[in-house]
């Protein structure tokens, strides 16, 4: 089976940038004074465009496992809802102070930094308000499980941590060690990764065994991603990558490039990705859309 | 039925700082680095005081309803939680630049701006994993009411919308107008005291009668505790108050008190009050200990 997997990334993207417009809160004041419209507007100003990855994770999980892409689009969302929000307060003058995301402008940059805090709390909430609607699950208990490891996988033992290990480590008096920094990854960036590949097996009532294929993919993939987002910052330019480059070596912080070196990261990357690949090659014919996004994520240019 | 409210809500708030110590992350570190122990410190720093209204009210509501203490508690520590993350996100220098709060120096005064943020981030999530747990109630169903009415109240149409018009008041050509000030502070503060009412009703699956009866007492009280509070900022002390005293005042900011007076918005607390015992009282007996309360909250002082 081949796969077109740069149109069907393309696709999907286009899919959950529409779904996604129609699922978060809109403005629908008649022109009266009605202040609360500017959080909702940088709302939906932070949740424009992006590659998508999460959604795609958990949209095409879910196929494997015979999910309706109804039910699959809802979390998908509810995940970029989060991923966003991580996004607007990451870039925060107080965190890493970016201009730059998604190729515009940052939500404080845009909005004021008030706003941005409000606009990114605010998305944290609608992912919950989303995935507790029993539009993305008949069964509640479904719901209450994809609330569960979501949440987990976003708050202080998983995506927050990893974002206060980063910022503690810029003041630490030595650079992180390979095992230190593969553990922030795995929380920062991986952790979400991991779980949007795991909502797709949790709405297809996945056995335990599946359920730990997924896990494997979705932590070698999400280091994979983290590798190939450090080459970038290394290698890419800033017109391909729609943030700003270089930005890490220039603050002379850590990352699996520093440590191993371009050389034996990219090897690294290599065998992790066909190592994401064996978890889930037993799944057959249903694996191919994820073996052919991991090496997809693996040869990325942006 | 006499109750002696001082020492109910002096013991359930001893009882809430307890509990919610054993809910919150903890740092079990060997002593290595562990960075993300910082976040947990914040987060465990930020719950800390506190009058814990709203956890007293889900509490009180759930015993009339018949809940069993340890389930309500849990759903207390969430709200608790959501309110303290919306405390430590509104003393950001970005937003109100406070100092004090709870007669201690602010999170971020005292952990940094970064960490506030992340601290208030991980504590919304964490509200949401307590509730989604089993431990909560066992019934999936009636957690993922509880998910839905809470996010509700502090979403963008909640809390943070409130947050929100509050600060655009603040660069509005004419001061808020009576209903507008209303409206803020149904969402800013009522909001969550609200849901606090229904979230007893929730656990103990009140009929839809008994449903509004909590939602009315809830909206009552919670206007009448912020009119209060707007009394307290003219009229009280820094020292009983816990946090900076004629900031509304000198900011030449809208509230109750400067639209309508220190007589009529006294007046007006007291009508409310009367309204807010009236809803709750077909409950009888059950309704004895929120009646206490919502005259409590139109003495108080601090």
Redesign the interface.
């Known amino acids: 089976m081949t796969v077109d997997i740069k149109s069907r990334l393309a696709d999907t993207a286009a899919e959950v940038e529409e779904t996604l417009a129609a699922l978060l809160?809109s403005i629908t004041s008649d022109g009266d004074?009605l202040?609360?419209a500017?959080?909702?507007e940088a709302?939906r100003y932070a949740c424009q465009g992006g590659k998508r990855l999460r959604a795609f994770l958990t949209l095409e999980t879910a196929t494997a496992f015979g999910v309706s892409r109804g039910s699959a689009m809802r979390v998908a969302c509810a995940l970029e809802c989060i991923h966003a929000?991580?996004l607007v307060?990451d870039d925060?003058p107080?965190?890493d102070d970016d201009d730059l995301r998604r190729g515009r402008p940052t939500t404080h940059r845009t909005f004021?930094?008030?706003?941005a805090?409000?606009a990114?709390?605010?998305l944290?909430?609608?992912a919950?308000?989303l995935?507790?609607?029993d539009r993305t699950h008949e069964n509640?208990?479904i719901?209450?499980q994809l609330?569960?490891a979501i949440?987990?996988a976003?708050?202080?033992?998983g995506m927050?941590?990893?974002?206060?290990?980063d910022?503690?480590?810029e003041s630490?008096p030595t650079p992180l060690t390979l095992p230190?920094i593969t553990r922030l990854q795995r929380?920062k960036t991986g952790a979400l990764i991991e779980v949007a590949c795991q909502a797709g097996g949790i709405l297809g009532k996945a056995n335990a065994a599946h359920m730990r294929m997924l896990e494997g993919y979705g932590r070698d993939f999400g280091l994979v991603f983290q590798i190939v987002d450090d080459l970038l910052d290394i290698e890419g330019d800033v017109a391909a990558v729609g943030k700003a480059v270089g930005k890490d070596a220039d603050a002379g912080k850590a990352t699996f490039v520093s440590i191993l070196g371009v050389e034996e990261a990219k090897d690294r990357a290599k065998r992790l990705t066909a190592q994401a690949i064996a978890h889930i090659n037993p799944l057959g014919d249903r694996s191919a859309v994820l073996a052919a996004l991991a090496n997809y994520a693996l040869e990325r240019k942006n």
């Open positions: 809160p004074r202040a609360e500017r959080v909702i709302m929000y991580s307060h925060l107080c965190m004021g930094e008030a706003t805090v409000l990114g709390d605010a944290q909430t609608h919950f308000t995935l507790a609607d509640a208990f719901r209450i609330v569960t949440a987990k976003s708050g202080a033992m927050v941590g990893g974002q206060m290990i910022i503690e480590a630490a230190e929380m």
